[in-house]
């Protein structure tokens, strides 16, 4: 049982190139979800999902696509890197009882670095 | 929408002691609150939680008290050791109860 797996674990961009973080998870969870870590800000909402085919934004979207075709599996897409989006992401995900989102279970995270 | 406020943002102990942090939010909606510690190098792992009808709950060295009226929370950490070195952070749930508003974290170190 791994939990949830995050790659790669670090990752350095150059402005404007694209990359996708990947973020699987083996539990059979309904609940998706990617945060930002920053310094002084703790972790912010990028984007998160209830179930396969369902997507919807967080408190920091922007510069970000997601897609939920499986159950298991919530890549991040980065468009067009810029160094705002320098910053430790976390893959997390939960399962849904009842409609109430409770124990989230993280990924290791990932380090990136735009220049 | 939620906003969630954490003191200190860092706090050292000597092994032995206790430490305490302490959480406010703002929306009075907000039924459950967990506290989440990241080690180093980690993803951030459960350690206790409380919902918004019980005003304390305890695990061994770890509690939580919630104070609905004042609209904050905090944690309790006794008999601190060195492998409690790490950031803490709390949350609350946010409009719809699906998603969590993080504070910005507390980083302990407890010294030998």
């Known amino acids: 049982n791994a939990g949830v797996t995050q790659t790669p674990k670090f990752q350095v961009l150059k402005t404007g190139q694209s990359m996708t973080l990947q973020c699987a998870q083996d539990m059979n969870h309904e609940y998706m979800s990617w945060y930002r870590q920053d310094p002084g800000m703790g972790l912010r909402l990028i984007h998160y999902s209830v179930g396969a085919g369902i997507t919807d934004q967080g408190e920091v979207p922007n510069g970000y696509n997601v897609s939920r075709s499986t159950t298991e599996d919530f890549p991040l897409r980065l468009l067009s890197a810029a160094p705002s989006q320098t910053s430790v992401y976390f893959c997390?995900?939960?399962?849904?009882?009842?409609?109430?989102?409770?124990?989230?279970?993280f990924g290791s995270g990932t380090q990136l670095s735009v220049l | 929408g939620e906003n969630v406020e954490q003191h200190p943002s860092t706090l050292s102990v000597q092994e032995g002691d206790s430490a305490v942090i302490k959480c406010t939010y703002s929306?009075?909606?907000?039924?459950?609150f967990p506290w989440y510690k990241q080690e180093l190098g980690k993803g951030s792992q459960l350690i206790i939680d409380?919902?918004?009808?019980?005003g304390e709950k305890k695990d061994q060295r770890i509690a939580v008290t919630l104070n609905k009226t004042a609209k904050h929370f905090s944690l309790h950490i006794t008999e601190t050791q060195p492998e409690d070195s790490a950031v803490y952070f709390c949350?609350?749930?946010?409009?719809?109860?699906?998603?969590?508003?993080f504070g910005p974290g507390t980083r302990l170190s407890v010294l030998p």
């Open positions: 949350a609350a749930t946010d409009n719809y109860g699906q998603n969590f508003v």
């Open positions: 929306d009075s909606a907000s039924n459950y």
């Open positions: 409380i919902r918004s009808n019980v």
């Open positions: 997390a995900s939960s399962s849904l009882q009842g409609g109430t989102n409770e124990k989230l279970f």
